[in-house]
């Protein structure tokens, strides 16, 4: 049974950094074949995907963001983890976890989402 | 960068048929995938590979990927498939490589 969680402090100050860490089971990510990615989407707005990480450890960045995230996995632990720097009030979103295919990039599980608030 | 558009709505009565259209520049040569969101939760596959359905989704649920133009319909709606629906590719440019999601369209049922 797939299962994805994501854990993220539910308050972030302007300018500091958010980590995002998405906890899964059901399936690996060591020599797999599979990847998980991270998408937010702030309220009443649209989704927005943000990075992803294969099974072989090739890094995907959105195009507009590259420059603030940074994506990992621990396969020891079943996790992922997202950084992004310099938070906005403008990042204020849910961002969820999802999986997919190596080569196929959909996302077949999604975690729940964690609400995120950038506010002094 | 590519871009995927979507209508913003899609306004139907129940068990009619609705279509959700999604251009971006020959979308045809792409897999497209199909999210349904309903209020307060996580989006859910509803298609991929453009026209398969993931177990458990309606046969009503159907998709089709030609040109500029991939379609989401949903045949006999009923009133449980208002919900927010969005597109997704994988864009794979020579510069390059990420995951795109069209602006979604709110469907509503009459």
């Known amino acids: 049974q797939v299962n994805l969680r994501e854990s993220a402090p539910a308050l972030v100050k302007p300018t500091q950094p958010l980590t995002l860490t998405c906890t899964f089971s059901?399936?690996?990510?060591?020599?797999?074949?599979?990847?998980v990615s991270w998408i937010r989407q702030p309220p009443g707005k649209a989704l927005e995907w943000l990075a992803l990480?294969?099974?072989?450890?090739?890094?995907y960045y959105s195009r507009s963001l590259k420059t603030r995230l940074t994506i990992s996995k621990d396969t020891s632990k079943n996790q992922v983890v997202l950084t992004m720097a310099n938070m906005d009030p403008v990042d204020t979103a849910t961002y969820y976890c999802?999986?997919?295919?190596?080569?196929?990039?959909?996302?077949?599980?999604w975690g729940q989402g964690s609400l995120v608030a950038v506010s002094s | 960068s590519y871009v995927l558009t979507q209508p913003p709505s899609v306004t139907v009565a129940p068990g009619k048929t609705a279509t959700i259209t999604c251009g971006g520049n020959?979308?045809?040569?792409?897999?497209v995938y199909w999210y349904q969101q309903k209020p307060g939760q996580a989006p859910v596959l509803v298609i991929y590979?453009?026209?398969d359905r993931p177990s458990g989704i309606p046969e009503r649920f159907s998709g089709s990927n030609s040109g500029n133009t991939a379609t989401l319909t949903i045949s006999r709606v009923e009133a449980g498939d208002e919900a927010d629906y969005y597109c997704?590719?994988?864009?794979?440019?020579?510069?390059?490589?990420?995951?795109?999601f069209g602006g979604g369209t709110k469907l509503t049922v009459l």
């Open positions: 999802a999986r997919c295919r190596h080569g196929d990039y959909g996302f077949d599980f």
């Open positions: 059901g399936f690996s990510l060591s020599g797999s074949g599979l990847c």
């Open positions: 990480i294969d099974w072989n450890d090739d890094k």
């Open positions: 020959n979308i045809g040569g792409d897999s």
């Open positions: 590979y453009d026209s």
């Open positions: 997704q590719v994988w864009d794979s440019s020579i510069d390059y490589r990420g995951v795109v």
